[in-house]
């Protein structure tokens, strides 16, 4: 007998399955939330890869659960599936972990250990997936209906807990503990790699208390075969064949009628289905442009607080607890006494619309975004922007271009980068540079799509000018990007928090990445004495800021210029983006589960339920082809999803118009009547199975 939980009808053995589900989602999302940063800055792929492998892992993640079912019913059983894929859950995790330890192997080693950790997670997280919530429900007796169903809640629950305890401490992990040098992503990756053997090993621990059903064989392979078995025998068809009303119908001569009703009845679901996608391809960007995003944006709340760009995945975890019973308890019945017939496939539509209005916000943002990003330079030009060291103001032409037509201020912040015309790939141009009357001349060689800093600087034997490339790209993490120009005598030794920098006399340092923050009292070391601290002042999100240090009454002062600007949109107008893409989720996601369980019968729901997670796979694949395929303007792409959805939404609520909701119980009812009996002919069924129309649909949304 099952044992139960302190006198209730719950059996104690629900206790390990919520545990195991709640770390399994937590290391899936934990892993999950960090990964676009991963490829990003760890494995140096530019945004589009990263975005592109993103959503290819995402897919397989979703495909894979047709494997795990099949696996499950026709094999080994729930039980044995979920022990054996989760060993290769973990398997995948450990090698993800090693794969962000830089001092193992190569960039070659590090790609191939991720790619294969990635495979083997996706087939693990996959594969148990149909598997984890159907052994839970299991544990019920039939007669425990109520039960069953709050079960179902705080499974959810667990998930959504998971999710978004994840996405909170694993960027935490990333980006505030250090490790190799650098953010330590071996962290970020090992943490969701021991919730995973937690959750294997608890799974395990309840191994005697589960109710197990044996493996009953798989009715999607069934369905398959029952499809082409059909698709077969009309094309062999001769012309002596009788003509049947439906092309399953060739399939009688096999398969039961009641399997061809039902196979029938799914079909009608799956065509609504084929629009769908469209939603998941906006949907799972929260991941990958939407964290690309949110680099380049100012993430300080405050004085105090500082948002890591991987953390605001979490507010979907977040407002999706929040938004389900306001919408279940308050909106869906208010919306009712306004008269208003609510059917889920209408509450489909408007979350599609919703979504796209989600990503029109994110249009919005990512045009302001873009205004303190550096443009490159095209094909037979070049940047250029000057520092006037040379004590007064000078006057700078380069060849026949004329970038700067006002002078040139001592220590002047240059306002932006000018362009300068080469023509060709590069080009030696004459710099010309005015001082107290005087006209200097230097030669420079500049190099088309390049950006260059002028040093413009007075010595005894007139003025010298010196050319350096810039880096114009905002860092991967939002990080500002620092470096020193050391005008005084001495060699200096600069620590800007974690960061070193050794800075020659006359020399420009190398850019570095350093953490955002207030630097008043910076310490120095010079090669001949001490040196008093540095007051850098605030340095910013997404900025890149060249120091030049002078000699001034016998003692080294900062002169901070800022080469690319700060991040100037606060990543808080992210949250009306989040809020929508959630609401958006609530009304299609949660109802379409709804939806398509409510419409098939009862040994279908699986495979309407295998069917339903294949639409997230592809709609995965959409995000894929537009990110390595388009080639467009951030801005640009989601304006153009956007578009897209809001078509598809057109087509789906045409095709929504013409569906008709059916009873699946009814179909039950037919042939519990006519059990005993011989089966009507095709006609009588046709009629029966007509009367199982209905009209009148649920306007709730379940957990």
Same mark, same amino acid.
């Given at each position: ?62 495909? @894979? ?15 044995? @599936? ?19 330890? *830089? ?13 294969? &950790? ?8 996959? &594969?148990? $997936? ?8 299991? +544990? ?26 994840? @996405? ?6 990333? %980006? ?8 330590? =992503? ?28 044996? *493996? ?60 769908? *996608? ?53 909106? =869906? ?44 330079? *095209? ?57 107290? &009357? ?5 030669? +420079? ?6 950006? =260059? ?75 001949? %004495? ?66 398509? =369980? ?35 303007? +951030? ?50 069924? $046709? ?9 009148? @649909?649920? $306007?709730?949304?379940?957990?």
């Amino acid at each position: 007998m099952t044992k139960k939980l302190c006198g209730t009808n719950y059996p104690t053995s629900i206790c390990f399955i919520v545990v195991n589900e709640f770390c399994e989602r937590f290391s899936y999302y934990g892993m999950k939330a960090v990964l676009t940063l991963y490829f990003l800055t760890y494995l140096k792929w530019d945004r589009d890869l990263s975005t592109a492998i993103y959503h290819a892992f995402s897919s397989l993640c979703y495909f @894979t659960p047709i494997l795990g079912a099949v696996i499950a019913d026709s094999w080994l059983g729930k039980f044995k @599936t979920i022990i054996y894929l989760s060993i290769v859950y973990v398997i995948g995790h450990v090698v993800k972990s090693v794969a962000a330890i *830089p001092t193992v192997g190569n960039t070659d080693v590090h790609i191939s250990l991720s790619m294969v &950790g990635l495979i083997l997670i996706a087939f693990g997280t996959g &594969g148990i $997936k149909p598997c984890v919530a159907a052994l839970g429900g299991d +544990q019920f007796e039939e007669e425990n209906v109520t039960e069953r169903q709050k079960f179902f809640s705080i499974f959810y629950m667990s998930i959504n807990a998971g999710s978004l305890l994840s @996405t909170i401490i694993t960027p935490m992990l990333r %980006g505030d503990v250090k490790c190799f040098g650098n953010d330590c =992503y071996a962290l970020a990756f090992g943490v969701p790699a021991i919730l995973m053997i937690v959750a294997t090993v608890v799974f395990f621990a309840g191994s005697g208390l589960y109710k197990r059903t044996p *493996p009953q064989g798989n009715v999607l392979l069934e369905v398959c075969n029952c499809i082409g078995f059909a698709i077969k025998k009309r094309s062999k068809r001769s012309k002596h064949d009788p003509p049947r009303k439906h092309w399953l119908d060739w399939a009688e001569d096999k398969y039961s009628k009641r399997l061809i009703q039902e196979i029938k009845m799914v079909l009608r679901v799956l065509v609504l289905f084929i629009p769908l *996608p469209m939603f998941w391809a906006l949907f799972d960007q929260q991941g990958s442009r939407w964290t690309l995003q949110a680099t380049r944006m100012n993430m300080a709340f405050g004085d105090s607080f500082v948002i890591k760009p991987d953390q605001m995945q979490m507010l979907n975890a977040l407002m999706i607890l929040l938004f389900v019973p306001i919408f279940d308890l308050i909106l =869906y019945p208010l919306v009712g006494l306004c008269r208003i017939k609510i059917t889920p496939l209408r509450k489909m539509a408007v979350g599609m619309i919703i979504a796209a209005l989600a990503f029109g916000a994110a249009t919005v943002v990512e045009v302001n975004v873009v205004e303190t990003v550096v443009t490159p330079a *095209p094909a037979g030009k070049c940047l250029l922007q000057a520092y006037n060291l040379a004590g007064g103001d000078v006057n700078v032409t380069v060849g026949s271009n004329n970038p700067f037509p006002a002078p040139i201020r001592h220590l002047q912040d240059p306002p932006q980068y000018e362009t300068v015309t080469l023509g060709e790939t590069s080009k030696n141009l004459t710099i010309q540079v005015t001082f107290n &009357g005087e006209t200097s001349e230097c030669l +420079q060689k500049f190099e088309e799509k390049k950006a =260059y800093s002028l040093i413009v600087d007075s010595v005894i034997t007139g003025i010298q000018c010196k050319l350096v490339e810039d880096n114009i790209q905002k860092s991967d993490d939002g990080n500002p990007f620092l470096r020193f120009l050391n005008k005084g005598p001495d060699a200096i030794t600069i620590l800007v928090g974690d960061v070193e920098f050794f800075v020659p006399s006359g020399v420009m340092s190398l850019n570095k990445s350093v953490s955002r923050g207030e630097y008043p009292h910076v310490t120095c070391t010079l090669a001949s %004495g001490t040196c008093p601290h540095l007051n850098l002042g605030l340095l910013d999100f997404g900025a890149s800021y060249t120091v030049i240090l002078m000699e001034e009454s016998g003692k080294l002062v900062p002169h901070k210029m800022e080469d690319v600007q700060a991040n100037n949109v606060h990543i808080a107008w992210q949250i009306p983006q989040y809020v929508l893409i959630t609401v958006g989720e609530v009304m299609f996601s949660i109802t379409g589960l709804e939806f398509s =369980y409510s419409q098939a019968p009862a040994n279908m729901k699986s495979v309407l339920q295998a069917c339903w997670l294949l639409t997230v796979a592809f709609g995965n694949v959409i995000v894929l082809i537009v990110a390595e395929g388009a080639g467009l303007e +951030q801005w640009i792409e989601f304006l153009l999803f956007a578009g897209m959805l809001l078509g598809v939404c057109i087509i789906f609520s045409i095709m929504a118009s013409f569906y008709t909701y059916v009873d699946p119980s009814e179909l039950d009812k037919i042939y519990l009547e006519d059990s005993g009996k011989e089966e009507d002919d095709h006609d009588d069924l $046709k009629k029966m199975t007509d009367d199982m129309e209905l009209n009148k @649909t649920g $306007k709730s949304t379940r957990l």
